[in-house]
């Protein structure tokens, strides 16, 4: 059975850095193209990217880029986010999704994922 479990949430300034971790079983991360949404309270959820399986190839929404940046870790069957340059609107809850595909969807919609993470919690302050 797949499962994704995010960790590494946390409360940063302005500025800061945070980096997110995704441990998925049930499959090898090498297989499924795999991405980072994000949900604000009152918000709609939102892709923030998306790494492929090809030559790891990743690709980010405009708001995030130079900032984050995502990666894997086969071995340890890992996903990661890494975030720096933190803004205030950069706070939400941050979940990973396996979409049953090897590349990369050319939009990311929460409906096109398969398998889902209960989130972690990113604030950042002033």
């Known amino acids: 059975q797949v499962q994704l479990v995010e960790s590494g949430g946390n409360l940063v300034h302005v500025g800061g850095s945070l980096r997110l971790s995704c441990v998925a079983s049930?499959?090898?991360?090498?297989?499924?193209?795999l991405n980072w949404f994000r949900q604000a309270p009152g918000k709609e959820r939102e892709g923030v990217g998306c790494?492929?399986?090809?030559?790891?190839?990743?690709y980010y929404i405009d708001s995030v880029k130079g900032r984050f940046t995502i990666s894997r870790d086969n071995h340890q069957n890992t996903l990661h986010l890494q975030m720096t340059s933190l803004k205030l609107e950069d706070t939400a809850v941050y979940l990973c999704a396996m979409v049953e595909r090897a590349r990369c969807p050319r939009i990311l919609r929460p409906t096109a994922m398969t398998h889902w993470g209960e989130g972690t919690q990113v604030t950042v302050s002033s």
């Open positions: 790494i492929d399986v090809h030559d790891d190839a990743t």
């Open positions: 049930g499959f090898n991360l090498d297989d499924y193209a």
